[in-house]
């Protein structure tokens, strides 16, 4: 009968998740068909308690022990413990942090789980752009209560670009179209007129917009939606709708996305 052989082991340690520490390990690990690797990851070592139980386990199993511990004196407990009992050890991350730094010429924050602060950032900048999608146009009147930034305006003021960039700023907007015939959402005469930013627009200017508008879809560019009697008519019934509200007017006539998109973020973000 074949004896039976452990497979080797590597304890992941981290003061973080540990999933950058055990990537790289088995990454490596992949590059040997027959090793039949087992990892078994300590997550969230803050005390030196749990490095200590750590090495003792290694030692017994002969075990390598790979980790991404950045608070100095938890990093050298291990170091200083692992040297005494033999254990061989691998810092995934501290020789790159201390290359950064010598690279950009300032310390460390030495704080564990900074990036994963950032992946909550990402996500709620994916949270934002997906709210932005989702009540584009007035699709959903819900969206304007649960909006940071509600968008008013005619039609071709720039309001499905503006929710676009400031998704990016993480703010969840949502945007409601102004038109005579239709009569706003009453969802907009209900939340804090802080929250509504009105875009107005030049006549000349709007016209101009919208006749590219129609030629870029192969339509007449005589067309009512073109119209500039048309045109004086929805800028007026807007006028009145943002006084009815009583929320900050911007007029984007001569302004780019970006430029409206500031001035509109640091109103809020300020906050």
């Known amino acids: 009968m074949e004896e039976f052989k452990q497979r080797p082991v590597v304890y992941v340690v981290s003061d973080s998740v540990g999933e950058t520490a055990e990537l790289v390990v088995k990454a490596a690990a992949s590059q040997f068909s027959s090793a039949g690797l087992e990892v078994?990851?300590?997550?969230?070592?803050e005390d030196k308690q749990t490095i200590e139980e750590v090495v003792i386990l290694a030692s017994k199993a002969k075990a390598l022990i790979a980790f991404t511990l950045v608070v100095p004196e938890i990093k050298d407990h291990l170091t200083a413990l692992a040297k005494e009992a033999e254990v061989e050890i691998v810092?995934?991350?501290?020789?790159?942090?201390?290359?950064?730094?010598?690279?950009?010429?300032?310390?460390?924050?030495?704080?564990?789980?900074?990036?994963?602060?950032?992946?909550?950032?990402?996500?709620?900048?994916?949270?934002?752009?997906?709210?932005?999608?989702?009540?584009?146009?007035?699709?959903?009147?819900?969206?304007?209560?649960?909006?940071?930034i509600v968008l008013i305006g005619v039609s071709r003021t720039?309001?499905?670009?503006?929710?676009?960039?400031?998704?990016?700023?993480?703010?969840?907007?949502?945007?409601v179209p102004l038109v005579p015939e239709v009569e706003p959402p009453k969802e907009l005469f209900h939340v804090s007129p802080k929250k509504c930013v009105g875009l107005k627009i030049s006549p000349e200017k709007l016209n101009d917009i919208r006749a590219e508008r129609l030629k870029a879809l192969g339509l007449k560019a005589q067309a009512n939606y073109a119209n500039l009697d048309r045109i004086k008519e929805e800028l007026a019934?807007?006028?009145?709708?943002?006084?009815?509200?009583?929320?900050?007017?911007?007029?984007?006539?001569?302004?780019?996305?970006?430029?409206?998109?500031?001035?509109?973020?640091s109103m809020f973000l300020k906050k």
């Not at 019934?237 to 973020?265: F, H, Q, W």
């Open 91 to 148: 810092d995934i991350i501290g020789p790159m942090i201390e290359k950064i730094g010598q690279l950009t010429n300032k310390s460390a924050r030495y704080e564990p789980g900074l990036i994963y602060r950032l992946d909550e950032d990402y996500f709620r900048k994916v949270e934002a752009i997906e709210f932005a999608v989702k009540y584009d146009d007035g699709r959903d009147p819900r969206g304007i209560v649960r909006a940071d």
């Open 158 to 175: 720039s309001k499905t670009p503006l929710s676009q960039y400031l998704a990016h700023k993480r703010l969840k907007v949502a945007n």
């Open 237 to 265: 019934y807007a006028e009145k709708i943002m006084d009815r509200i009583g929320c900050p007017v911007i007029d984007v006539s001569n302004k780019a996305v970006e430029e409206t998109a500031n001035l509109i973020s």
């Open 40 to 45: 078994r990851r300590i997550p969230y070592v």
